[in-house]
């Protein structure tokens, strides 16, 4: 079956742009999440969504950026004003259910450059 | 802060066994995970302890004691597939599996 896709698979921007990353996650996972990868750094948590709810939006660096899930489905992460410091591969999770036993899949990410 | 700490690189020789340590900071420790991601790819997800002792899958083993904030991964019969990083990740509290990934562990397998 398919996975988790993500879109675009790059994407270069002007600093200062706004930008929309896309994450599709599995077919019925109630799940899903969002990470940043830096270059050197560990994976970092963003944002957790529970069907279209988002109890933990603890990890999102700033105002600049924002997620919305819609249909439990699909998920956009909008990043505002986009500074060189948000260079990194953005990647999606999703899971059946939230709980701990519950497996994360991970989409292939996005390559954002901030220029 | 959720510390995890684990070498940064390791090297290892085609056909042999290698051990990837990670120590973690205990307080609201939910279960231990280790992910394999090779380069420009997506993490895979490998194993998951929440209670201590070796958990063995194949060629890949994990190991958790929760007392001393410790586990390992590890690796038999080493192939040259294997190499990639290797993230280990501490679940938290939060009544979801809110999980903080270490910086990871390059292996490089030689022939």
Redesign the interface.
Known sequence: GAG?SQSPSNKVTEKGKDVELRCDPISGHT?L?W?RQSL??????LI?F?GNSA??KSGLPSDRFSAERTGGSVSTLTIQRTQQEDSAVY?CAS?LA????????????TRLTVL | GQNIDQPTEMTATEGAIVQINCTYQTSGFNGLFWYQQHAGEAPTFLSYNVLDGLEEKGRFSSFLSRSKGYSYLLLKELQMKDSASYLCARGGSGGYQKVTFGIGTKLQVIP
Do not use: I, K, R
């Open positions: 988790v799940a999440y990470y050197g750094q560990g994976l970092e948590f957790y529970q109890p933990d990647l899971s939230g709980g701990m036993t519950n497996t994360q899949y991970f989409g292939p990410g």
